[in-house]
């Protein structure tokens, strides 16, 4: 995790694997993937009703009411934080494992990356499940079969 310090690296080794992905052919390319094996998304109204209740509650003051986020989330702002990104499946939450998600929430932005603050004492293990569903609940299906096919592989 050290090299993610470097911003650059970071971007360097990312593109790196997605070219690697795109070259055998099952790149997440959203608008034309498509993962039979992909589950369908949470649809439990109880869930769906509680995570978006948390969203609105605690998320939505940065992260935008539509979980669109900042605009310039890809920016550093002055101090070299970068601003909250979408969570609607156009950033690059779809990226990350449902344990790093949950990581991010439990603990926060890391020191110089963001301003996300920790809500390990704040909300409970259900609360942030559910808000992570819900945010789910807004991708379009290939972005969410594109995180679903990644997590199978990760695995």
Not at 9 to 17: I, P
Not at 68 to 89: E, I, K, M, S, V
Request: aromatic fraction near 10%; charged fraction near 15%; charge should be negative.
């Amino acid at each position: 995790m050290k090299f993610l310090k470097n911003s650059t690296l970071f971007r360097l080794v990312f593109v790196l694997m997605l070219l690697l992905l795109l070259a055998c052919g099952e790149g997440p390319e959203v608008g034309s993937m498509a993962v039979p094996s992909a589950p369908p998304q949470q649809t439990d109204a109880v869930q769906l009703t509680l995570g978006k209740q948390i969203f609105t509650t605690h998320c939505a003051s940065c992260h935008g009411t539509q979980a669109q986020g900042a605009a310039n989330w890809r920016q550093t702002d002055a101090d070299g934080n970068y601003p909250p990104p979408p969570l609607d499946g156009s950033g690059h939450a779809w990226h990350h494992s449902t344990e790093v998600l949950i990581s991010m929430i439990h603990e926060g932005s890391p020191q110089g990356k963001g301003n996300m603050p920790a809500w390990e004492n704040k909300l409970s293990e259900e609360e942030i499940n559910a808000v992570i569903i819900w945010f789910q609940s807004i991708w379009p299906k290939p972005v969410y079969d594109a995180w679903f096919e990644m997590q199978q592989r990760g695995r």
